[in-house]
């Protein structure tokens, strides 16, 4: 049974941090491609880190210098560092595993982000 299981949303301030987890079971994680996805009430799900295989990152402009994406091959687990953080972060962050052409996804962890 594949299954990814988000942590670390919480309430935080505007300037603080978050890490994000998502611990991976049922594929071959180290084969795999990951992303964390985020959405926002009346928004469309939107892409806002991905790491490949071979460990390369991707990031979508407006958290450039503030997230990090990375991974663990040995714990399974893929994680969103998160700093700086901005009332327009607040989102519903969901974890994306993809292998080998099959999408999963976790439940979702909520971030709200306070002014």
């Known amino acids: 049974q594949v299954q990814f299981v988000e942590s670390g949303g919480g309430l935080v301030q505007s300037g603080d941090s978050l890490r994000l987890s998502c611990v991976v079971s049922?594929?071959?994680?180290?084969?795999?491609?990951f992303g964390w996805y985020r959405q926002s009430p009346g928004k469309q799900r939107e892409l806002v880190a991905s790491i490949d295989p071979d460990g390369a990152v991707n990031y979508r402009d407006s958290i450039k210098g503030r997230f990090t994406i990375s991974k663990d091959n040995s714990k399974e687990a893929v994680y969103l560092q998160m700093n700086m953080l901005k009332p327009e972060d607040t989102a519903v962050y969901f974890c994306?595993?993809?292998?080998?052409?099959?999408?999963?996804w976790g439940q979702g962890t909520r971030v709200t982000v306070s002014a």
């Open positions: 049922g594929i071959t994680f180290s084969r795999a491609a």
């Open positions: 994306n595993g993809k292998f080998p052409l099959v999408n999963y």
